[in-house]
Antibody
Framework: EVQLVESGGGLVKPGGSLRLSCAAS????????MNWVRQVPGKGLEWVSS????????FSADSVKGRFSISRDNAKNSLYLQMNSLRAEDTAVYYC??????????????WGQGTLVTVSS | EIVLTQSPGTLSLSPGERATLSCRAS???????LAWYQQKPGQAPRLLIY???SRATGIPDRFSGSGSGTDFTLTISRLEPEDFAVYYC???????????FGQGTKVEIK
């Protein structure tokens, strides 16, 4: 069974840092591009960042570029999001999601349960 | 930057009725990179449709996707009680590389 379990969320002051983790199991983690997606409670989904299976390419939303950094450790089946210079508008539930593709196309087929990050003084 | 606009914002329907949800892109997108998700309160999103028209594993055939270019549609042929939720479309653009979600359509019980 595919499982993605996020951790590391919590309350942090503006300007602070936090590192989110996503532990993957039930599939060959090193074969998949992984993503972070966030959602302000009661609002829509916002893609944050992607990292390819071997970490050869990474890209992020403009809203977090220069502040957030995505990484992975395939030996530990883990995905990370280092968040620096946090702002109130970064308050959201953060999901990790597996990127799937086949001959028909692409989608995010498995999601974690999310971890809440609250940025407040 | 491609913007996805979903309509309507809210759809009020009864169980058994047909739901038609629209996702319009500000410029042409590749059908391969157009997906639809369902999200219920307190839950993570669930992939329904990818490649604009392919159902994800385990998704009932009452869900179907269609469209190309800038106009895409998610259709639920006969609404079941468990289908009342928020639906999002998503696309990938390569210049610059990024994923984008629409703002969502809420399907509520009338």
């Amino acid at each position: 069974e595919v499982q993605l379990v996020e951790s590391g969320g919590g309350l942090v002051k503006p300007g602070g840092s936090l590192r989110l983790s996503c532990a993957a199991s039930g599939f060959t983690f090193s074969s998949y591009t992984m993503n972070w997606v966030r959602q302000v409670p009661g609002k829509g989904l916002e893609w944050v960042s992607s990292i390819s299976s071997s970490s050869s390419y990474m890209f992020s939303a403009d809203s977090v570029k220069g502040r957030f950094s995505i990484s992975r450790d395939n030996a530990k089946n883990s995905l990370y999001l280092q968040m620096n210079s946090l702002r109130a508008e970064d308050t959201a539930v953060y999901y990790c999601a597996r990127e799937f593709y086949d001959s028909s196309g692409y989608g995010f087929d498995y999601w974690g349960q999310g971890t809440l990050v609250t940025v407040s003084s | 930057e491609i913007v996805l606009t979903q309509s309507p914002g809210t759809l009020s329907l009864s169980p058994g009725e047909r739901a038609t949800l629209s996702c319009r892109a500000s410029q042409s997108v590749s059908s391969s990179f157009l997906a639809w998700y369902q999200q219920k309160p307190g839950q993570a999103p669930r992939l329904l449709i990818y490649g604009a028209s392919s159902r994800a594993t385990g998704i009932p055939d009452r869900f179907s996707g269609s469209g190309s270019g800038t106009d895409f549609t998610l259709t639920i042929s006969r609404l079941e009680p468990e289908d009342f939720a928020v639906y999002y479309c998503q696309q990938y653009g390569s210049s610059p590389p990024r994923w984008t979600f629409g703002q969502g359509t809420k399907v509520e019980i009338k």
